[in-house]
């Protein structure tokens, strides 16, 4: 158990829909990222936030969005759903943001479009 | 062409077999090399994780990094059907704003 807890763990939705993906770090990280990993893709990252800013964006839609709450848990907003963005959704955490850190990850969330 | 490359595999060894898992890279300021097991549809899980150059190991697994050749490994002794999963490797420039670039994962198989 990495310490990193997601939810919902799977769940089915229509295209057009929304779904919000919640993710708690490890006790003490204040850094979360959101990665996404389509069926035998590598991980593709998202989005990072540091005690409640975001930090850095990768190849995320703009259909999609995240934030950091003051508590540091994390939600990643996904709209307007498509069948591509059926995969799974990992978050991870570390302590900092510099180069170093190691990062935790979570046992994502699956969703499946319909 | 991709930062760090890695061939997916599979690769599919016998029980008790040495493997070897590698990488390449492009970027030469790369300093820290991580190595990830995945489990099908479970989270990266960290396996080993060295700083700059050299040997690491850690019980059954070793984790080498060559910088001048650009080109990191893990080896497995004793592979166990336990192995089974995809190995990622992972790697990142010394940088306040940390951001690791991955490779696409190698699926490993143990047969008993």
């Known amino acids: 158990d990495s310490g990193v807890t997601q939810t919902p763990k799977h769940l089915i939705t229509a295209t057009g829909q929304r779904v919000t993906l919640r993710c708690s770090p490890r006790?003490?990280?204040?850094?979360v990222y959101w990665y996404q990993q389509s069926l035998d893709q590598g991980l593709q990252f998202l989005i990072q936030?540091?005690?409640?800013?975001?930090?850095a964006k990768g190849n995320i839609l703009e259909r999609f969005s995240a934030q950091q709450f003051p508590d540091l848990h994390s939600e990643l907003n996904l709209s307007s759903l498509e069948l591509g963005d059926s995969a799974l959704y990992f978050c991870?955490?570390?302590?900092?943001?510099?180069?170093?850190?190691?990062?935790?990850f979570g046992e994502g969330s699956w969703l499946t479009v319909v | 062409q991709k930062e760090v490359e890695q061939d997916p595999g599979p690769l599919s060894v016998p029980e008790g077999a040495i493997v070897s898992l590698n990488c390449t890279y492009s970027?030469?300021?790369?300093?820290?090399f991580m190595w990830y097991r995945q489990y099908s549809r479970k989270g990266p899980e960290l396996l080993m994780y060295?700083?700059s150059s050299g040997n690491k190991e850690d019980g059954r697994f070793t984790a080498q990094v060559d910088k001048s050749s650009k080109y990191i490994s893990l080896f497995i002794r004793d592979s166990q059907p336990s192995d089974s999963a995809t190995y990622l490797c992972?790697?990142?420039?010394?940088?306040?704003?940390?951001?690791?670039?991955w490779g696409a994962g190698t699926k490993l198989i143990i047969k008993p």
């Open positions: 936030y540091y005690n409640g800013e975001e930090r």
């Open positions: 060295t700083y």
């Open positions: 992972a790697m990142s420039v010394p940088d306040s704003n940390y951001q690791l670039i």
């Open positions: 006790s003490g990280d204040l850094s």
């Open positions: 970027n030469s300021a790369f300093q820290y």
């Open positions: 991870a955490s570390s302590v900092g943001t510099d180069s170093g850190n190691t990062i935790y």
